[in-house]
């Protein structure tokens, strides 16, 4: 981790944590009125960091505390917030990894031994913005497909 340049840590969390924040900032007002309901989606390594991939994991646990922060300081305006923590999903992200051996060991770990769809975390994000889901504030889900290793 600590051989990467600086300039790429700094570029890494700068898009999670900025790119999130200014999100974040230019849509709470409208939520304001009514209350409403927020999903930040994170990653499992948030809380595996694997040192190979360091600033990549630094910024995810920086986004699962945030979810945490932000719900408690928007509870009082009917407001909340809830992070998922994604596994191994086929994206254009995981496509560097796809049809590798590294992405063969990334799917022994997980319980359903394959990577997950987008449309899967979708449902559990819409969960989170139900009503059905009104009781829940400042939670991480994980929808890794059985990784261990959570805290």
């Known amino acids: 981790m600590f051989s990467l340049s600086s300039c790429f840590y700094h570029l890494v969390c700068l898009i999670d944590t900025q790119g999130l924040s200014k999100g974040f900032l230019s ?3 409208c939520l304001c009125c009514e209350g409403g309901s927020v999903v930040i989606c994170s990653s499992f390594i ?9 600033p990549y994991a630094i910024s995810k646990t920086t986004l699962l505390g945030l979810t945490n922060i932000l719900a408690q300081s928007l509870r009082p305006m009917n407001i909340r ?8 999903i086929n994206t254009r992200f995981s496509d ?8 063969e060991s ?6 359903v031994q394959r990577s997950g769809e987008p449309e899967e975390c979708a449902g559990v994000a819409s969960f989170l913005c139900s009503k059905d889901a009104s009781y829940i504030n400042g939670e991480n889900i994980a929808v890794t497909g059985g990784v261990l290793g959570r805290l």
């Open 96 to 103: 560097v990894i796809r049809n590798t051996k590294e992405l």
């Open 27 to 29: 849509c709470v007002g």
């Open 46 to 54: 948030g809380y595996i960091p694997l040192p190979y991939i360091g």
């Open 81 to 88: 917030v809830n992070g998922l923590a994604l596994g191994l």
């Open 106 to 111: 990334m799917i022994i770990p997980i319980g």
